[in-house]
């Protein structure tokens, strides 16, 4: 078990999670008490009984709160999940299959079916992709730039009558691209294609409203905006093609079956309420910070910026810097700034293991010695400015061990 102090540690890797809010904590508590107290609200959410009836009617306002604070325009488009993963997962596998029937039902059950994705998604959506392809779909990926977008023209040119699914990020969780999402998903539906994206960095940090930004089905997760971890939803429009990805007991309109985990529902909308309420003053305040902490890092030997990130740009995620550091690998820096009381990441919390150099920098054109030097500092709620100024000076003596 770790000794250090989590009181006085400094923790700049919000893209891996966040730490828990107060509200969410707050709104969870009464679901908590143990023994027979807990049935107050604690019941199974699909009982007739007393209990279950409390629990039904607090996961419904969970949802109703969560829908608001994500644009959707009516709370049953959204499907509670146990996280993002399962979220993306659900995404592409609903929403392949059900078009890959409408196909066959349409008598046109000979024409294989393509996917398009993004070559830098998560790989919650890179791995269903894959196994879409082992199923018979044509699976094809669309590269970024080397600013790591991907280019509206780009999607154009690979859509055809054929292509049934298009999967988007909304914001990339390393270098932080903002997508122009609403552009691309008009461009497939134009195509006759369904349109997903995975909204988990882009929540809280930039504007997200699923009705703007035209999609059929958006990925959330709660601890990334200060919820509980284990907890997450799948916007779905109405009336959208979908064929369900967990079977068994019916629950969440019978797209998503499993008794429901209500006070972790219930910590999910209040962290998405504080989000959404103050995602304007929180993506100035940490712009500001962003732009700062690249003024500084960049101006030490041998660091340069991943990206070309302007000065008050919007174009990339206000919380995210990426780096490229000569000479010293990921895995080096992070357990330096580690021992000297910081936390910090390479890129994706959930390939950190790996000692592969990210398949999003290598997609953008960024080399593999480049690649393995890759440090990023991800910021949020708690994040101070004195912070990112001792992070920065800490920088110095993680350069010069």
Known sequence: MNNFDPLT??????????????????????YLVPGKANLALGGNANSLNSPGRAAFAAMEQARKQLAAAIGAARPQEVVFTSGATEADNAALFGLARAAREKLRLAGKGDVQP????????HDAVLAPARALAAEGFAVEYLPPNRRGFIGVETLQAALG??????????????????????QLAEAAHEAGALFHTDAVQAFGKVAVDVGQMKVD???????????????????????????????????????????????????????????????????????????????????????????????????????IVHLLV????????????????????????????????????????????????????????????????????????????
């Open 9 to 30: 540690y400094t923790y700049l890797d919000y893209a891996a999670t966040a730490p828990l809010c107060p509200e969410a904590a707050e709104a969870m508590a009464p």
């Open 114 to 121: 393509r996917v398009l994705v993004s070559a830098i998604e």
């Open 326 to 401: 000569g000479d010293l690998e990921s895995q080096t820096m992070i357990l330096r700034f580690d021992m000297l009381g910081f936390g910090v990441s390479g890129g994706s919390a959930c390939s950190s293991q790996s000692l592969e150099p990210s398949h999003v920098l290598r997609a953008m054109g960024v080399s593999a010695d480049d690649a393995q030097g890759a440090l990023r500092i991800s910021m949020g709620r708690f994040t101070t400015e004195e912070d990112v100024r001792r992070f920065a000076e800490a920088a110095r003596k993680v350069l010069e061990w």
């Open 217 to 319: 089905a958006a990925s959330f997760s709660a601890h990334k905006i200060g919820g509980p971890k284990g907890i997450g939803c799948l916007y779905l429009k109405a009336r959208t093609p979908f064929a369900p990805f967990l079977l068994g007991g019916g629950q969440e309109n019978g797209l998503r079956s499993s008794t429901q985990n209500v006070a972790a529902m219930a910590g999910f909308a209040a962290a998405a309420q504080v989000a959404q309420a103050t995602q304007v003053a929180e993506e100035q305040r940490l712009r500001e910070l962003r732009d700062f902490l690249y003024a500084q890092m960049t101006a030490l030997q041998g660091v340069r910026a991943t990206v070309e990130v302007a000065p008050g740009s919007g174009s990339y995620l206000p919380n």
């Open 161 to 182: 009558p054929d292509v049934v699914l298009v999967s988007v990020q909304a914001a990339n969780s390393e270098v932080g691209s903002v997508m122009e999402i609403a």
